[in-house]
């Protein structure tokens, strides 16, 4: 399976300080992107990095991609209380017409 | 405005009566899917369709038929619905990149209860 793992499972922090997440998953892929996904709605795509891609950013958005470690984190910075939610990581592979979610870090930042 | 339309968004239902959870989009996207999300186990996927007439099984597709009659539209069908079919589904859309998926936009999600 490729099936992404995003690591914490939970996280819990005070507004103005740095939230991260990992995802580690397990073939090639052709991108990876990051959703976040409030309670129950559906989920908003964040950002894509191709595999020829290290690093991305969007505005307190960052993105790094290790395809030799087959791992991503994402950053965000300066968090907010309207950041609390849940982010997953998704991966597509070359030619390969799924998308794979892992199962998400839920995240809390408390005022 | 872009977007993915579903309806219900909330649909209580009895086990054995056929129903249907509609989506549409207007983006133009090739690709479009169905999600059911539970807890502890994520998303996973339905079924998926890359284009019109043409779909094809995700990782769990039983109890669950699609059809791709026109491109804006992917309606999701439960013949005879059971109580394990209780969850909160998604369809979303994508542009397709060759034959890959670039980047999801996601209905609201309907959450279904089969008693």
């Known amino acids: 399976s490729q099936q992404g793992e995003e690591d914490p499972q939970a996280l819990s922090i005070q507004e103005g300080e740095n939230a991260t997440m990992n995802c580690s998953y397990k073939?090639?892929?052709?991108?990876l992107q990051w959703y976040r996904q409030n309670s129950g709605r559906g989920l908003v795509h964040l950002i894509l990095?191709?595999?020829?891609?290290r690093e991305k950013h969007s505005g307190r958005l960052r993105v790094t991609l290790d395809t030799s470690k087959k791992s991503s984190s994402l950053l965000i910075t300066a968090s907010r209380a309207a950041d609390t939610a849940s982010y997953f990581c998704?991966?597509?592979?070359?030619?390969?017409?799924?998308?794979?979610f892992g199962s998400g870090t839920k995240l809390n930042v408390k005022p | 405005e872009a977007q993915v339309t579903q309806n219900p968004r909330y649909l209580i239902t009895v086990t054995g009566k056929k129903l249907t959870v509609t989506c549409s989009q207007n983006?133009?996207?090739?690709?479009m899917s169905w999600y059911r999300q539970d807890p502890g186990l994520g998303l996973r996927q339905i079924y998926y369709?890359?284009?019109?007439?043409?779909?094809d099984k995700g990782d769990v597709p039983e109890g669950y038929k699609v059809s791709r009659k026109e491109k804006r539209n992917f309606p999701l069908i439960l013949e005879s619905p059971s109580p394990n079919q209780t969850s909160l589904y998604f369809c979303?859309?994508?542009?397709?990149?060759?034959?890959?998926?670039?980047?999801?936009?996601f209905g609201s999600g309907t959450r279904l209860t089969v008693v």
């Open positions: 979303a859309s994508s542009l397709l990149t060759g034959r890959t998926p670039y980047g999801y936009t």
């Open positions: 073939t090639s892929i052709n991108n």
């Open positions: 990095i191709r595999s020829n891609e």
């Open positions: 998704a991966t597509t592979a070359q030619n390969f017409n799924k998308f794979y």
């Open positions: 983006m133009n996207h090739e690709y």
């Open positions: 369709s890359m284009n019109v007439e043409v779909t």
